[in-house]
């Protein structure tokens, strides 16, 4: 299973001799998130740079609520719920929102803060109504293990939209100078990442002081905007926002990760 690893400051790179399934990454993801699910929006808050990217991200969210005359929100892997509560009280209109995530600490506490959160993901749930006005993935798509698992995602979260409806995303960035993107692409030839299963961006990771394993994809440009089209999103639009350096500003493409919002045309 893990061969070597290499550091990269408070995570190390782990090395898969074969990428393992889709399943055993789900797996290891939810197990990686319910040894930090009681401390995660404690490490948020003291990270500096964390705070003022998500505040910012949480601000271009709510710019599309609003601008959508949004009512209902799903928001895919909240995770503990307190965003969607700091986005909710920032409102002057009601948004009502449901949440989902795959880990059930996550899910409880998001719960007990009065988000109605479902534990599960997209494809593993039973949602199949388009019901909602807006649909939020805040810093979690990554995790969705492989391309085919991440289209069937896109596709799903399209059918769930109400026609009109947007979907805003953030993700990090293969070419952000500033960010592990480069060194992925590097490791990826280096390593020959491929000839494990590897899709380009993928990376699997442990925090140093948690010895736990994660996964996590980088996208490039090109790659979410195809995946959008490819389901029917249209007026897709991408920005940049500073993650490493520069946190919560926006910057080019180069500089930082990736906000992206597309809307399910009403073509009726
Ligand atoms: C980095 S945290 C982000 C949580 C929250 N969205 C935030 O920004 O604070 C990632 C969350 O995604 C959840 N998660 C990972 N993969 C998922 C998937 N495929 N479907 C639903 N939840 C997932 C994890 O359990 C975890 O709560």
Redesign the pocket.
Do not use: Q
């Given at each position: 299973m893990s061969l070597k690893s290499q550091k990269f400051s408070s995570h190390e790179i782990v090395d898969y001799d074969v990428k393992p399934t889709d399943q055993k990454i789900?797996e290891m993801?939810?197990d990686y998130?319910s040894s930090q699910a009681d401390e995660y929006d404690q490490f948020?808050e003291n990270l500096e740079k964390r705070k003022r990217y998500?505040g910012k991200i949480d601000q271009l969210v709510r710019e599309k609520l609003k601008s959508n005359q949004a009512k209902t929100l799903l928001s895919?892997?909240?995770?503990?719920g307190?965003?969607e509560i700091d986005i909710q009280n920032a409102l002057a209109t009601k948004v009502e929102i449901h949440g989902?995530?795959?880990?059930p600490v996550?899910c409880k506490l998001a719960n007990e803060r009065g988000i109605e959160c479902q534990r599960g993901?997209?494809l593993s749930l039973d949602l199949t109504e388009a019901s909602y006005d807006a649909i939020a993935y805040?810093?979690?798509f990554g995790?969705?293990p492989s391309r085919q698992q991440r289209s069937q995602e896109i596709e799903k979260i399209y059918n769930l939209l109400t026609p009109g409806g947007v979907f805003c995303v953030d993700l990090m960035n293969l070419d952000d100078e500033n960010e592990w993107g480069p060194n992925i692409k590097k490791l990826y030839e280096e390593k020959k990442w491929s000839e494990k299963g590897l899709e380009l961006g993928d990376i699997f990771y442990k925090r140093v002081d948690l010895q736990k394993t994660s996964f996590f994809h980088y996208f490039s440009e090109s790659e979410i905007v195809q995946l959008l089209t490819n389901s029917g999103f249209e007026s897709i639009h991408v920005q940049y926002v500073g993650y490493a350096i520069n946190a919560g500003q926006e910057v080019k493409k180069d500089k930082g990760a990736m906000f992206v919002t597309a809307i399910k045309t009403d073509k009726v």
């Open positions: 789900l993801i939810e998130f948020d998500n895919i892997a909240c995770g503990t307190k965003r989902l995530d795959l880990n996550m993901t997209v805040l810093h979690a995790h969705v």
